[in-house]
């Protein structure tokens, strides 16, 4: 089978045929490169593979819908994020799984970043993600790009937007299911694009601001949205215009989808089995619009849409910062490129004028 084949290699960039090959890209010709860089940091970017060279990192802690299972079992994700970023993107990505704990994965970020012009991290567990995305932020002089939280929030919030456009709603009620890194990256920016009415749903019930057991993560997200009570998922969902899950397979129905407005949305995005499939969702006549992140959909929400384009603009502009307000851009970007239809919400996977063009958007909001 296809998936138990490796994905990527790495290949040259040069000839070595003869001694002249060997003297110019080894000894003694990379002396004067050694004397340049040492002269002048920045002319690693001009003359070595950091140029556009990304760390891809990941303890597997949290592998898609799998869980914990550590690194080894990471290695085929990293493998296809490298994969993506190599064929829709203008970067040289390196897959690397580590075994490390979150104190571990920010030493070994900190150790990278000479040899890297940005760090993709993926997979780790909340609320681990979050504090491993702050410190290095904080910390590395090169962008630090989590895919989970911004390239999900990206793409998620493109086609919300239109596929507000296709029912015509502008303040829609919208409910959530799913708190981890992805959830509350995508609640967040939500809010900054407007959208005020979100009920977000962990498995222990609303994130509402009475509680005392959120984390702070997900208390910063609460206070966002002000939300009070101990309200039900199916009390939630009775008017709501817009569905959004991040947890778990098969936790809804089509009676629950009923209880939503007409012409409801729902992006089911739980992977690899999302919270209610299309052939449930169709049992519920209301509704109107469906999307999963599975690629055997054509209706995909997906974070590959993105992070090529994002990753590769902020590489190719040499930013030494990742900054939130890009995505915001960036989703707005998206959702304006492609004419949706309920059935195709977002631009194709694999138009390549596409993660050309949101890679040129993202290097001129940020050089």
């Known amino acids: 089978m296809d998936a138990f084949r490796p994905k990527i290699k790495i290949s040259t960039r040069v000839c070595l045929n003869d001694r002249e090959d060997l003297a110019t890209h080894y000894t003694p010709g990379i002396g004067k490169v050694v004397k340049a860089i040492a002269e ?14 990304i760390a891809i990192i990941s303890n597997g802690s949290a592998i898609l819908g799998f869980g914990n299972l550590g690194p080894k079992p990471m290695i085929p994700v990293l493998e296809g994020k490298a994969l993506i970023l190599k064929r829709f993107g203008r970067v040289n990505p390196f897959p690397l799984a580590l075994n490390a704990n979150k104190e571990e994965l920010i030493k070994a970020a900190k150790m990278l970043e000479p040899m890297f012009s940005l760090i993709m991290v993926e997979d780790v567990k909340a609320p681990d993600s979050f504090e491993i995305q ?14 989970d939280m911004y390239g999900t929030a990206t793409v998620t919030s493109a086609a919300l937007l239109n596929a507000l ?6 303040n829609p009620k919208i409910v959530m299911l799913g708190a981890g890194a992805a959830g509350l990256s995508v609640a967040k920016l939500f809010y900054e694009l407007g959208f005020k009415d979100v009920w977000i ?27 009070k009570g101990d309200l039900s998922l199916r009390d939630a969902l009775k008017g709501a215009d817009v569905f959004v899950g991040f947890s778990k397979g098969n936790l809804l129905t089509a009676e629950d989808v009923k209880l939503m407005n007409d012409k409801a949305i729902v992006f089911a995005l739980a992977n690899p089995v999302p919270e209610i499939s299309k052939e449930e969702a169709s049992k519920a006549p209301n509704v109107y619009i469906y999307a999963n992140g599975r690629s055997d959909c054509k209706n995909q929400i997906n974070n590959s849409l993105a992070f090529p384009g994002i990753i590769t603009g902020l590489v190719e ?24 239809k309920p059935d195709n919400l977002l631009p194709d996977m694999f138009d390549r004028t596409f993660h050309n063009a949101l890679a040129d958007f993202i290097k001129t909001k940020t050089s």
């Open 40 to 53: 002048n940091p920045e002319k690693a970017y001009e003359y070595t593979l950091k140029k556009d060279s």
């Open 165 to 170: 456009k296709l029912v015509n709603k502008e």
């Open 201 to 227: 749903f962990d498995s222990k019930g609303l994130l509402s601001i009475d509680r005392k057991d959120l984390n702070p993560y997900k208390k910063e997200v609460a206070l966002l949205f002000n939300k």
């Open 134 to 147: 702050k410190e290095l932020e904080e910390s590395l002089n090169i962008p630090v790009f989590n895919d």
């Open 317 to 340: 502009s040499k930013t030494k910062k990742f900054y939130y307000s890009i995505l915001k851009d960036a989703a707005q970007f998206i959702a304006q490129y492609h004419s949706p």
